[in-house]
C-alpha cells in the first residue's frame, strides 16, 4: 500500500518557469511533511519541511503549500534555474521517535536553459 | 563536519551470495536507518537503529539484517542475494532518531548490483 503518492513522474521546465511537484498521503497520523532533493550520485538532502498548523511554507525559491483536509501538499520552485534539475521526492512521517519516513516514488526534474 | 560514509560506493555480487554494508554516522548521531532505494520502488525503509538496538523494521525478508556497534557506526547484510536485491542502499543519520525536523543526513549510498 502506497501511503504517499506523489505526481508527476516526471517534469520539464524552461529557465525561469515555476515548477509543481504534487503530493498526496493517507494517513492522518502524519504530522511532519519533508520534501527531498537528490541529484546522480548523492543521498538525498532535505530541502524544506513542513507541519500541518501551517498551509505554507516558503523558503527562498521554494515553497511548500499544504491542504490539510485533502490530505495533499505541493512543493513550488519559483524561477526555476537548470542547477535544480534533479530527483525531488516528498515524505511523511509521524512526529514520533522512532517514526519512519515514507517517500513518495519520485519526481525527476529538469530545467531546460 | 564530516558527513555520512558509506563504504563501499559500488559492488558486484553474484546470486546465492551474501554482503556488508557499511555505514559511519555523523559524529555525535546515535540513530542510523537503512533504505533500499530502486527504480520502481523508490526508497523503501529497511531497519533503524538507535544505541544499538533495532528500534523499527520496514517489510523486508529476513535476508535483511542489521547492526550497530558502540560508536554508532552500522552495518547492513543482505544473505542469499538475489537479483531483485539490486538498488542502491542508504544509510541516514540522525542525532536521537526522533522525527523532530527529522534531522535525517543520507550518505551517498551503495550501489549493490547482483549478477
Known amino acids: 500500500q502506497q501511503q504517499v503518492k506523489q505526481s508527476p513522474q516526471s517534469l520539464i521546465v524552461q529557465k525561469g518557469g515555476i515548477s509543481i511537484i504534487n503530493c498526496a498521503y493517507e494517513n492522518t497520523a502524519f504530522d511532519y511533511f519533508p520534501w527531498y532533493q537528490q541529484f546522480p550520485g548523492k543521498g538525498p538532502a532535505l530541502l524544506i519541511a513542513i507541519r500541518p498548523d501551517v498551509s505554507e511554507k516558503k523558503e527562498g525559491r521554494f515553497t511548500i503549500s499544504f491542504n490539510k483536509s485533502a490530505k495533499q501538499f505541493s512543493l513550488h520552485i519559483m524561477d526555476s534555474q537548470p542547477g535544480d534539475s534533479a530527483t525531488y521526492f516528498c515524505?511523511?512521517?509521524?512526529?514520533?521517535?522512532?517514526?519512519?519516513?515514507?517517500f513518495g516514488k519520485g519526481t525527476m526534474l529538469l530545467v531546460s536553459p | 563536519k564530516a558527513g555520512v560514509t558509506q563504504t563501499p560506493r559500488y559492488l558486484i555480487k553474484t546470486r546465492g551470495q551474501q554482503v556488508t554494508l557499511s555505514c559511519s554516522p555523523i559524529s555525535g548521531h546515535r540513530s542510523v536507518s537503512w533504505y533500499q532505494q530502486t527504480p520502481g520502488q523508490g526508497l523503501q525503509f529497511l531497519f533503524e537503529?538507535?544505541?544499538?538496538?533495532?528500534?523499527n523494521k520496514g517489510n523486508f525478508p529476513g535476508r535483511f539484517s542489521g547492526r550497530q556497534f558502540s560508536n554508532s557506526r552500522s552495518e547492513m547484510n543482505v544473505s542469499t542475494l538475489e537479483l531483485g536485491d539490486s538498488a542502491l542502499y542508504l544509510c541516514?543519520?540522525?542525532?536521537?532518531?526522533?522525527?523532530?525536523?527529522?534531522?535525517?543526513?543520507f550518505g551517498s549510498g551503495t550501489r549493490l548490483t547482483v549478477v
Open positions: 537503529y538507535f544505541s544499538e538496538t533495532q528500534r
Open positions: 515524505a511523511a512521517s509521524r512526529s514520533t521517535r522512532y517514526s519512519t519516513l515514507t
Open positions: 541516514a543519520s540522525s542525532l536521537l532518531g526522533d522525527s523532530g525536523d527529522r534531522g535525517y543526513t
